[in-house]
């Protein structure tokens, strides 16, 4: 459907024009209602609500929806009365009106061809409902209250934001060509179309922009070399000035002069390279700006229907809940407000039904008997930051922590130890539920981790909260627009990746010596965490990292147990990359989301991070990392290596950190097994071993070592508790060089011990 740049109306349909008022004043129905429930005399409310039904009464008169003029015609009494004080808008009234507004609405949704039939479907609901409305002031307390069933057939609502906002009937009218081309079908598609066509070109625009730096700094270079020759011409004419020879002088002279406009003119024309650079920058950004501007709407368009749902939900379960949003005009993409209405659905129901007691109980507790959800909106840090907050019961972590242990997730000494954050995690998984019961509502094990998913799969992060007794509070992050995505670009094997920022913890460079070994993987220290380092090369199936530098650049991805330290080749810093949809025919790349291109024209990959981390997690699974600890292989030679097997973390720990001091390479492992996997992968100049170990104790593995036919001659020391002489001689018969007590060694004994077998760590 077309609209001519007239705006003429003649092309719809006069049932179309009243769908999109009747759209726009059920709205605002709604709203008032729903503030006149909360603030029982808000005269406004009432004014606006007249003049809406009053409205939705004439339009449907032209349109010949006689039951749509009779509801509204009974509305509008219902308002006068309450706008002269003699009528109450009490909870059940409330009922019944919005029951009005919901029939108005479905009516008006229906195709002409549809009318008589789903009126004679649907005839008893809706002799009730009018039969209410007309006797509202003789109700009684309670009743029972439900929608009439929707229409087979009704068409589809209208895309979130692209409802004609307008308090107006006129102003509806007004918006009639706009809003009716942007209705369901072709038309959006093809905006769409044009949108994206409208940001590469812009995008393309901002590109070239971008590609006049190296330009400049060619003629900077050029200036710079014209600076030497004008120079060496004024060392010549001064040399030549001593001569004789007049016609040489006069040409020297003369030289001289033409070298002074050439050099005003490269500098005045450099200066309006640069002028022009930056005013095309500017353009070339506003253009991008402006692309984007075309794509945002207010976050009240995608959350409109909230305070109605929470209302009518909460009356529903025995409750009194209110939903308080707040930042209704924050702008955000309508591409991501669609894609969060049902997340941000299920958190409220999820509130209400898990976090909100019945009044009674409130009450006894000291707390106002009207539950409160807050629903808030910004930006914040140029990403969209909504939070979610009611003053409910919280979640029992105690209870998690049971459910946990009981579903066999964790050891109860693990679950025992587990922090607040670490257990509210479980909430996030699928089929992971407090709630004993089955119902409609909640309880069936599904929603978080949906929601979870969901914002993810947006460049998104979700993060719960909870007090018991208190409240539960959920804080999403979400990037303003899919369209351009901030990002850190990293090279990996020469090419350029993109890691969306919001998706990236830290970026960091790791020492080589700060890297360890354990069961054949390699970690690092991280704020008291040892973090796994992951060649991102290797993920993105590249080859070998060159991991031959004294620090390796990593960036740190993921969350909780799926966080890595992903190593690259170098990091570029951060941009704004213009985001472009991969063509279909290749269909959906592993670790890869879209691709873009860069401020110099150059085309990146954009990382799909989710993917990167189930790329990862099956690496891991079937044991295949590489080795990035590459140090110099000189030096390494000069450097004698340790390998520390102890199945204590302790004393692990302090071993390694003794050896250290004294300038050895040391490695780790946890037990016997690992430690003959990690001596056979490696050369090491001695093994320091642990007795009493799971899997494999320390007396097997001096066995196995001295049996191999490549590592017999390695030493091999015994640290143990068991000072018994029967104990030492068990180790040393089993071929240990050397056998050291725990209970007796310390700092030197123990270097000691290292110096006699092996010597000093310097070769």
Not at 150 to 178: M, N, R, S, T, W
Not at 299 to 308: I, M, T
Not at 571 to 582: N, P, T
């Amino acid at each position: 459907m077309s609209v001519d740049n007239n705006g003429d109306l003649s092309q719809f349909s006069m049932l179309d024009l009243f769908r999109m008022e009747a759209d726009s004043q059920t709205q605002i129905l709604t709203d008032g209602l729903l503030a006149m429930e909360r603030l029982k005399d808000d005269a406004s409310a009432v004014e606006s609500m007249m003049r809406a039904a009053h409205s939705i009464k004439g339009a449907a008169a032209i349109v010949g929806l006689e039951v749509v003029v009779q509801l509204a015609h009974g509305m509008e009494d219902a308002f006068i009365g309450a706008q002269n004080g003699k009528l109450a808008l009490t909870p059940n009234r409330v009922d019944v009106l919005l029951a009005g507004v919901d029939l108005i609405l479905q009516l008006s949704r229906l195709q002409d061809a549809e009318v008589d039939a789903w009126l004679g479907a649907n005839g008893e609901q809706i002799k009730r409902t009018m039969d209410s409305i007309n006797t509202i002031a003789f109700l009684p307390e309670p009743i029972d209250f439900s929608p009439p069933p929707a229409p087979v057939a009704a068409p589809p609502a209208f895309p979130i934001g692209e409802l004609p906002i307008a308090p107006q009937a006129a102003a509806a009218v007004d918006e009639a060509p706009a809003a009716a081309a942007r209705q369901p079908g072709h038309a959006p598609m093809k905006n769409a179309q044009n949108f994206d066509k409208l940001l590469s070109l812009a995008s393309e625009s901002r590109i070239n922009a971008h590609q006049m730096h190296p330009f400049i700094q060619n003629m900077q270079r050029f200036k710079r070399n014209q600076s030497s020759l004008f120079s060496l011409i004024e060392q010549l004419h001064e040399a030549i000035s001593n001569s004789s020879d007049a016609s040489l002088k006069e040409k020297s002279l003369l030289a001289l002069q033409k070298t002074h406009p050439l050099k005003q003119f490269v500098l005045e024309h450099i200066a309006d390279i640069e002028a022009y650079e930056r005013r095309l920058l500017a353009v070339s950004q506003g253009m991008v700006d402006e692309v984007l501007t075309m794509r945002m709407r207010p976050f009240r368009d995608g959350v409109q229907h909230f305070p109605r749902m929470v209302r009518d939900l909460s009356r529903n379960l025995g409750k009194d809940v209110q939903l308080e949003i707040i930042g209704e005009d924050t702008l955000v993409d309508r591409d991501i407000l669609a894609k969060i209405e049902s997340p941000l659905n299920h958190m409220l129901r999820n509130a209400i039904d898990h976090g909100m007691d019945p009044a009674a109980e409130r009450i006894a507790v000291g707390k106002p008997g009207a539950g409160t959800i807050t629903l808030e909106a910004k930006h914040r840090a140029g990403m969209l930051s909504i939070e979610i907050s009611d003053d409910g019961k919280g979640v029992d972590l105690e209870r998690i922590r049971a459910r946990v242990i009981e579903r066999k997730m964790a050891p109860a000494q693990m679950a025992a130890s587990m922090s607040p954050a670490e257990l509210m995690e479980f909430l996030f998984l699928p089929a992971f539920s407090l709630k004993e019961n089955i119902t409609e509502i909640s309880g069936r094990g599904v929603g978080l981790d949906i929601v979870h998913e969901t914002i993810r799969s947006q460049n998104g992060t979700v993060r719960i909260e909870s007090e018991l007794g208190v409240g539960f509070r959920t804080y999403i992050t979400l990037p303003l627009t899919q369209s351009i995505v901030r990002a850190l670009v990293v090279d990996v094997k020469g090419e350029a990746y993109a890691v969306p920022i919001v998706q990236v913890e830290r970026v960091l460079k790791v020492a080589q010596t700060a890297i360890h070994t354990l069961e054949s993987k390699q970690f690092f220290d991280f704020g008291g965490e040892h973090l796994g380092l992951v060649s991102a090369s290797q993920v993105l199936e590249l080859g070998d990292t060159d991991a031959s530098g004294a620090e390796l650049p990593v960036v740190v991805i993921g969350a909780g147990a799926r966080r890595y330290a992903l190593v690259v080749d170098a990091i570029r810093g951060e941009q704004s990359l213009a985001v472009q949809a991969i063509d279909p025919i290749f269909g959906k790349m592993r670790d890869i989301s879209s691709a873009a291109l860069l401020d110099n024209g150059e085309p990146v990959l954009i990382l799909d991070v989710p993917d990167l981390l189930l790329s990862i997690d099956k690496l891991l699974h079937e044991g295949g990392l590489h080795q990035l600890a590459k140090s110099d292989a000189a030096e390494r030679r000069k450097t004698k290596r340790i390998l520390v097997v102890d199945d204590s973390l302790t004393v692990r720990e302090m071993e390694r950190k003794l050896l250290q001091s004294r300038g050895f390479l040391v490695d780790i492992a946890i037990d016997g097994i690992d430690g003959w996997n990690v001596v056979r992968s490696g050369e090491y100049d001695l093994v320091i071993t642990d007795v009493d170990m799971p899997r494999m104790d320390g007396i097997e593995l001096v066995t196995l070592i001295k049996k191999d036919l490549h590592l017999h001659k390695l030493p091999v020391m015994i640290v143990s508790y068991k000072d018994r002489p029967e104990d030492r001689a068990r180790g040393l018969s089993a071929g240990a060089d050397y056998y050291l007590t725990k209970g007796s060694f310390h700092d030197e004994t123990l270097l000691d011990a290292v110096s006699d077998l092996i010597g000093d760590a310097r070769r």
